[in-house]
């Protein structure tokens, strides 16, 4: 008996299915999802803990290390909660941007949101969980920082870009457009080799770096919409300097 009722079934499912091919307009149409961007934007600054040693030994925790802020906004169209469950950030471009200005001992690992691994040949996706919900017809706010795994002594500031994805359990994706972030430490080394270069010819580093480096910030900031604030001034005090003359 069980079969038969089984079988009858089965037959069902297939009639409607052949319904909705030939007469489309009476398909279901798929719940839409609850959630929307409302705003996405890399304005904003946060301090983060960082932790390092000099040589071989701990030094105290850093809360000073400043780092660019991904800004997500999410609106809750519908009557019920819903539950975000993780965001995916898939990276396109891993950047370093900067001419050598010298070396030093020190290892920092900040306490990024996103810990992007020394070597990263993209593409590439990192993924986190998450668990908070967004209210019936609220709207909440998420932020996340970016950046590297490790920072030596004498490493040039990094450039990522790349999208995120956030998804939640009534199936929403949502995805921002690409986003541009750098993390600024050092970027006043950097600066100051170059100036040395191009006014001096001394230093680590030579005009013709600084130029290329130049351009390269430079076309990176008019590439993209989504773009940290510390990447456009360290790109216009690269192109500052790059235009500086110089003996070579």
């Not at 809750?76 to 396109?92: G, I, M, P, W, Y």
């Not at 950047?95 to 810990?115: H, M």
């Not at 270069?197 to 290329?212: D, F, H, I, N």
């Amino acid at each position: 008996m069980i079969s038969v009722v089984g079988g009858a079934v089965a037959i069902l499912v297939a009639i409607l299915g052949l319904a909705f091919d030939f007469f489309p307009g009476y398909k279901p149409e798929p719940d839409p999802p609850k959630l929307e961007l409302s705003n996405v934007d890399v304005a904003r600054e946060q301090d983060i803990a960082a932790d390092w040693t000099l040589g071989d030994e701990p030094q105290p925790v850093r809360n000073d290390w400043t780092s660019s802020l991904l800004s997500i906004a999410l609106r809750n169209r519908s009557a019920d909660k819903v539950l975000v469950t993780e965001a995916r950030f898939e990276f396109s471009a891993v950047t370093t941007l900067g001419c050598p200005y010298g070396a030093g001992g020190s290892v920092i690992k900040a306490r990024y949101d996103i810990k992007v691994p020394v070597g990263t040949n993209p593409p590439s996706t990192l993924t986190r969980p998450l668990k908070f919900e967004v209210p019936p017809h609220g709207n909440e706010r998420i932020g996340f920082t970016v950046g590297p795994e490790t920072v030596q002594g004498g490493s040039r500031p990094t450039v990522y870009t790349f999208t995120a994805t956030i998804s939640s359990d009534d199936k929403s994706r949502l995805t921002t457009d690409p986003v541009v972030l750098m993390n600024p430490q050092n970027t006043k080394s950097v600066l100051q080799a170059a100036e040395s270069a191009m006014r001096y010819g001394t230093g680590a580093t030579t005009p013709a770096c600084v130029r290329e480096q130049a351009r390269k910030a430079r076309e990176i900031v008019e590439g993209a919409t989504l773009v940290s604030p510390e990447l456009v001034k360290y790109s216009e005090e690269l192109n500052r300097l790059a235009a500086l003359p110089s003996s070579q």
